[in-house]
């Protein structure tokens, strides 16, 4: 099991730039100020020149390697308490020192803008200027290649160039359990998730090969030349426009529209695994406590994207060599995506079917934060990053005294016209956020035509009566729109919103759900 373990890590060696070293070296992750995870074995990795043997040691910890046929060396030093700062040595025929080694909570945090978006692109958010200006935390550490942060202590200083909400993800569980935190970034501006996924991975799935026979297609290359052309021609139509509008031509028309991009290319354009290859790979397999995730922005309306993120988490853990590795996500937040209103609500409920699917998984609710109708980058991030935070700390550490979940729906029963419907996570009771009727809540008869329903909280349940047209509901569902309460192109609320909520204010997931189920 041992050498298997080692075998997976060597596989990912290619994407490191394998080449004979006349010292020792370490990879970029390795590095003075670093923060390594406490409680676990440590793998510590690198090169040097064939068959040399290479010593790490750390505080009480130490272990040998020797450097393969092709540079290639790991050792695994046993498990550390929290604490530091220690010095790391690494030896061979030259010496490596690494300074300022702190040992505590490591998280990797990954997945596109939501969560690579530093801090200073939300200063204007409410209180986020002072957060900056008070970011004094030595001993959170920020660890991101793209941005320059190298362990980075947190400060005043380092911190606007960083993730947001790594940041406030990191700063709460600082704050919570009292030991030094660091925090690994690998994300992506508009990234998909077949971007995160190794490709031999990819090539082994169904949807991977019909992605890569389409993209190899003619038809494929034809639709993208003509996509190109498109663009050129409304490219020059709009220019045109814009110098009609600046002269004052009283006969400019309408702005020109850009055509959509055709189904063919927007589901299979995609890069695959290079963001694995050049961000992910070179810091695997770096002893972690868990994964962060907030992707999905760029897959909503994929059928599959609850296949493909188990296929992620499962290569990731497989590849760590750690076993199921906590993973927290979040629910991507309410948003005008498509002009099929419920392909939001489609993707939602693929984000927790996987969760259920994986094990040591969970996804953060969000239904309650953003700007639905004109914001896909919600500018509240420091509740993002707490939800995020209260999640691992309830489901990774143990805290039961830490509510991380809205409720979540369970049960439903008819009791005469009506639905009588349970949830995980209302064990103190539920409540309307705004203290109003509660809102967005459809039944459906036979025929499964939804109409509006009223809804009211007993206890730890809500009682659902029937439509005035639907004598006898068969199905029922909360909150089933990509942005309920909210029309497009106007900012604020236009109507009810969503506001079923537990004893600690977190929202009820979105679902949609039939007697029969």
Excluded at 153 to 158: F, M
Excluded at 343 to 356: I, N, S, T, Y
Excluded at 419 to 448: I, M, N, T
């Amino acid at each position: 099991k041992h050498m298997k373990k080692h075998l997976t890590w060597l596989a990912l060696l290619p994407a490191l730039a394998l080449t004979a070293h006349a010292e020792v070296t370490l990879p970029d992750v390795f590095a003075s100020g670093m923060v390594l995870q406490r409680e676990v074995p440590v793998a510590v990795w690198g090169f040097a020149n064939p068959g040399e043997k290479v010593r790490v040691a750390i505080a009480d910890a130490s272990a040998e390697a020797v450097a393969g046929t092709n540079g290639a060396w790991r050792v695994d030093l046993p498990a550390m308490p929290a604490g530091g700062p220690h010095t790391m040595t690494v030896a061979g025929k030259n010496t490596v020192q690494l300074k300022d080694v702190l040992v505590g909570e490591v998280w990797l945090c990954s997945g596109q803008s939501n969560m690579s978006h530093p801090i200073k692109f939300y200063d204007i958010h409410p209180g986020v200027k002072e957060d900056i200006a008070a970011a004094d935390f030595p001993t959170l550490r920020l660890y991101c290649k793209q941005t320059g942060h190298r362990w980075a202590p947190c400060s005043p200083a380092t911190l606007p160039d960083f993730s947001a909400v790594p940041f406030y993800f990191g700063r709460e569980l600082l704050r919570e359990l009292d030991v030094p935190v660091g925090l690994v970034v690998c994300a992506q501006i508009g990234s998909a998730i077949e971007q995160w996924i190794p490709m031999d991975e990819i090539e082994k799935s169904d949807w991977g090969r019909k992605m890569i026979e389409v993209q190899a297609s003619e038809a494929f290359k034809a639709a993208q030349l003509e996509l190109r052309r498109e663009n050129e021609a409304w490219t020059k139509k709009r220019q045109m426009w814009e110098m009609s509008v600046a002269v004052g031509m009283e006969d400019s028309g309408q702005v020109p529209l850009r055509k959509p991009v055709p189904a063919l290319i927007a589901r299979n354009q995609r890069q695959l695994g290079n963001l694995f290859s050049s961000s992910l790979a070179p810091v695997i397999p770096y002893s972690v406590r868990g994964f962060a995730w907030y992707q999905g922005e760029a897959n909503v309306g994929d059928a599959d994207y609850a296949e493909k993120l188990e296929l992620m988490v499962a290569t990731w853990r497989r590849l760590w060599g750690r076993g199921a590795i906590p993973f927290h996500s979040v629910q991507i937040a309410p948003c005008g995506y498509k002009a099929d209103f419920f392909v939001l609500p489609d993707f939602w409920e693929q984000q927790m079917r996987a969760a259920k699917a994986m094990g040591a998984s969970w996804v953060v609710p969000s239904i309650d934060i953003g700007e639905p109708t004109f914001n896909i980058h919600p500018p509240n991030k420091r509740e993002f990053g707490r939800r995020l935070a209260r999640s691992a700390l309830a489901n990774t550490y143990g805290r039961k005294d830490v509510a991380w979940s809205g409720p979540v729906f369970k049960s439903a029963a008819r009791e005469g016209s009506a639905l009588r419907l349970q949830f995980h996570h209302a064990d103190d009771g539920l409540a309307a956020s705004d203290g109003q009727p509660l809102a967005w809540f459809e039944v459906a008869g036979k025929d499964g035509k939804f109409a509006s329903a009223s809804a009211m909280i007993e206890g730890d349940a809500v009682v659902v009566s029937g439509a005035p047209a639907i004598a006898e509901p068969v199905a029922v569902r909360y909150a089933w729109r990509q942005t309920p309460g909210y029309t497009a192109g106007v900012f604020g609320p236009t109507g009810p919103v969503p506001n079923l909520v537990n004893s600690a204010g977190l929202p009820a997931y979105p679902f949609q759900t039939s007697l029969s189920h």
